[in-house]
């Protein structure tokens, strides 16, 4: 089994469901093990969309890399993402941030995820559920990181209080 953290989002619909649907799908090959508190985000790089709902997960597969991003795109299309522009709006997205240890670079793959560092939506949850964590080919905590990125357009909604709810759905 491997650890992995993966990064959920949504700006479409009803975005707090949207979440809780796509961890519902992510249980059938993911052992859930911690979840962070929900955050609403001001878009980045495309600013004219409603603002997102963000939060980040850990938990253990037995999935190989590719495995798991086939899944976490499987999960977009089946709840009805489409495609428009790059950073555009989305009823859900499922970033992989970080696969265990490794260094993955291939073309549909990157892994840790290549813009994580920069994101405070990404960070700042993060930081939550593993403050200690040291994200490959860097050298400081992700508590660290998360407190050297500005946190404006950010605002926690909902604490995740660190462990996964027992029924999210309809909270």
């Given amino acids: 089994m491997t650890t992995v953290f993966l990064a959920l989002g949504s700006n479409l619909g009803d975005r ?8 519902d799908f992510l249980r059938r090959k993911i052992t859930i093990q911690r979840l962070s508190s929900i955050y609403e985000t001001e878009p980045a790089y495309v600013t004219d969309q409603p603002p997102f709902l963000n939060l980040v997960l850990q938990g253990e597969t037995d999935l190989k890399p590719m495995e798991l991003l086939r899944l976490a795109k499987s999960i977009e299309h089946e709840m009805g993402r489409q495609k428009t522009i790059r950073f555009g709006p989305r009823v859900v997205d499922v970033d992989i941030l970080l696969y265990g240890d490794e260094r993955i670079r291939a073309p549909l ?9 920069e ?43 660190g462990h996964e709810p027992a029924n999210p759905v309809g909270e």
């Fill in 16 to 23: 707090k469901t949207n979440l809780y649907t796509a961890i």
């Fill in 109 to 117: 793959l990157i892994v840790p995820h290549p813009r994580m560092t």
């Fill in 119 to 161: 994101r405070a939506f990404v960070l700042i949850p993060l930081a939550e559920i593993a403050p200690d964590l040291v994200i490959p080919g860097t050298d400081r905590p992700v508590s660290h990181l998360a407190a050297s990125l500005p946190a404006g357009g950010l605002g926690k909604i909902m604490d995740g209080g």
